[in-house]
């Protein structure tokens, strides 16, 4: 997070850090660093009990590969109403057909 936001470092498939200025946004970096961070430390928590769960400890490969090989992304998404209706007559919220990356993804999910 210290490093300039067009340092080639930051740029992966989908393309650079697109946040917003500082004098429109004074502290959304620093809230998004912290909740990246806090979701950082929740996949961890999450992996060590599940390596827990295969019978092994916080100190296994699995868990040391995982640490190092990391491709960790925070994207915020806004999921649209789609046009058409489900079988429900409801209109379902999504965005384009994808897979996620990587070992874990951790959503939050709005009230709405």
């Given at each position: 997070?210290?490093?300039?936001?067009?340092?080639?470092?930051?740029?992966c498939l989908d393309?650079?850090?697109?946040?917003?200025?500082?004098?429109?946004?004074?502290?959304?970096?620093?809230?998004?660093t912290q909740y990246?961070?806090?979701?950082?430390?929740?996949?961890?928590?999450?992996?060590?009990?599940?390596?827990?769960?295969?019978?092994?400890?916080?100190?296994?490969?699995?868990?040391?590969?995982?640490?190092?090989?990391?491709?960790?992304?925070?994207?915020?998404?806004?999921?649209?109403p789609c046009a058409?209706?489900?079988?429900?007559?409801?209109?379902?919220?999504?965005?384009?057909?994808?897979?996620?990356?990587?070992?874990?993804?951790?959503?939050?999910?709005?009230?709405?």
């Open positions: 997070w210290t490093t300039d936001d067009k340092d080639p470092i930051n740029q393309g650079w850090n697109q946040l917003p200025s500082t004098e429109l946004l004074p502290l959304f970096r620093s809230t998004v990246f961070d806090s979701c950082a430390e929740l996949s961890d928590r999450i992996a060590i009990l599940m390596a827990k769960g295969l019978g092994q400890d916080e100190n296994a490969d699995l868990l040391r590969a995982l640490r190092e090989k990391h491709s960790s992304y925070l994207r915020t998404n806004y999921y649209p058409e209706m489900d079988a429900s007559g409801e209109r379902p919220l999504g965005i384009s057909p994808h897979q996620d990356a990587g070992f874990l993804t951790v959503l939050l999910q709005d009230d709405d």
